[in-house]
């Protein structure tokens, strides 16, 4: 049986005709075999020599391990293991973290990093509004966005639930969304929902403020697109899809679908059965990488260390994934939510900069004046924050910023 190596240290490809991974390794086998069982495994290899693979396919479709450094292995993927013109995250998906996480061979593996080459890039039609055009939609060129998520999460009628969207408006919020356990059940059925919601949102612009409040059409593949027109049609002004739950297919469909016209904001609920451990699973950054590549315009990247989920870091890359110019698609707006209050907000725009849309649910609901004070002191924050001022300078003349950091104190 001829041998195959897959090793080429020191070799890196031309980055224009090659996907390349970086691969976080744990394993008790020496580097390099560790290496090569991934790169087997997920291009022309399996576990033991096969008699129908020969040099013509493996020098065209064999991965390249171009580097070990420490537990860090780069693996480079030729474009041609990779579905042609179509735009295709769940075969992308299938090659640069599929069967890799379950092999015996590796204690832990987690791919931290991806580039795509421009063969690839150019398959995508990445935002259609982006963060400028949720900017331009609200009138708010510079300042950060502000929301809210409507807690409870689940359980408020729709009229409860508009009468909360416009308290949160008529107390400063530019935005407020459903959260990702709601979509339509029985105690607030979605087209109800939107309705009540759209005539609040018309009421705060007939008072001069400018709102979006995502309802999440998180739902089956072959249902997603049909109920996102519906709801357009009821007057939803922005959609929210859960990405990981629904796939990056269905974020994909829904903005390329000329008949969306309303921003998409994707959460990413049960990102973290797979983000969360530093040592096995996949990165916020190539799940990031992806949704801008599909058309999010809004994404959840974390609290970069701040919120209440744990796992992110100061800079772990997501900022530059969403509003980098590396790539040929319009920014994504970087959404700052989990935990969030007017006491973090300071941090968040010191690790963030402005560019980013920071949400409370709780840092809003659970004020001691209720939900328009919440969005006041939420609202007040980000203004404390984008002046440069300190939250308890500007305090002083804001009795509901006051309130919130005597509360939950600041960062
Ligand atoms: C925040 C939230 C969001 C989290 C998701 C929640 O509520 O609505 O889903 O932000 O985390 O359900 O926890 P609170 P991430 O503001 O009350 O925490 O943004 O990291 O995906
Ligand atoms: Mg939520």
């Known amino acids: 049986m001829e041998n195959f190596s897959y090793l080429h240290l020191g070799e ?20 390099e075999k560790a290496a090569e069982a991934i790169a087997a495994e997920q291009s022309t290899g399996t576990w033991t020599g096969i008699s129908t693979l020969d040099h013509t396919v493996f020098d065209h479709l064999g991965a390249r391990i171009t580097s070990i450094e420490g537990d860090m292995v780069t693996a480079e993927f030729p474009a041609d293991d990779f579905s042609i013109e179509v735009g295709s995250v769940p075969q992308i998906l299938s090659v640069i973290s599929g069967n890799l996480f379950g092999l015996g061979a590796l204690k832990g593996v987690r791919l931290e990093d991806v580039t795509f080459p421009k063969s690839i890039l150019e398959q995508f039609k990445g935002p259609k509004f982006g963060a400028a055009g949720l900017r331009e939609q609200l009138r708010r060129p510079e300042k950060p966005l502000v929301g809210t998520i409507v807690k409870p999460k689940i359980g408020l009628s729709p009229q409860k639930t508009a009468e909360y969207v416009y308290e949160a408006g008529a107390g400063g919020l530019t935005n407020s969304k459903d959260d990702e356990t709601l979509v339509d059940q029985t105690f607030c059925p979605i087209e109800d929902r939107t309705v009540a919601v759209a005539e609040s949102l018309d009421r705060l612009e007939s008072e001069g403020k400018y709102m979006m409040h995502a309802i999440n059409v998180s739902t089956r593949g072959d249902k997603i697109v049909e109920l996102a027109e519906k709801v357009q049609g009821w007057g939803a002004r922005e959609i929210m899809v859960d990405v990981i739950t629904c796939g990056f297919g269905a974020v994909q469909a829904l903005a390329e679908d000329p008949s969306i016209k309303v921003p998409i904001h994707v959460h990413r609920t049960m990102h973290g059965a797979f983000t969360k451990d530093p040592f096995h699973g996949v990165a916020m950054l190539p799940l990031t990488k992806l949704v801008r590549m599909v058309g999010g315009d809004a994404l959840h990247i974390g609290t ?26 319009r920014k994504v707006m970087p959404v700052c939510s989990g935990g969030v209050h007017p006491g973090l907000v300071a941090e968040i725009v010191k690790r963030a900069g402005t560019n980013v849309q920071i949400q409370a649910g709780g840092g809003v609901a659970g004020h001691p004046l209720g939900v328009r004070a919440g969005a006041m002191g939420m609202s007040q924050a980000v203004d404390a924050a984008f002046l440069g001022i300190p939250a308890s300078e500007y305090a002083k003349d804001h009795r509901e910023l006051a309130m919130a950091l005597d509360l939950w104190g600041s960062k």
């Open 12 to 31: 890196p490809e031309d980055p224009d005709r090659y996907v390349v991974c970086k691969y976080r390794v744990t394993t008790d086998l020496p580097m």
């Open 304 to 329: 970069l260390g701040v919120g209440k989920m744990t796992g992110a870091k100061a800079d772990d890359g997501n900022l530059q994934a969403c509003l980098g110019d590396d790539v040929p698609y």
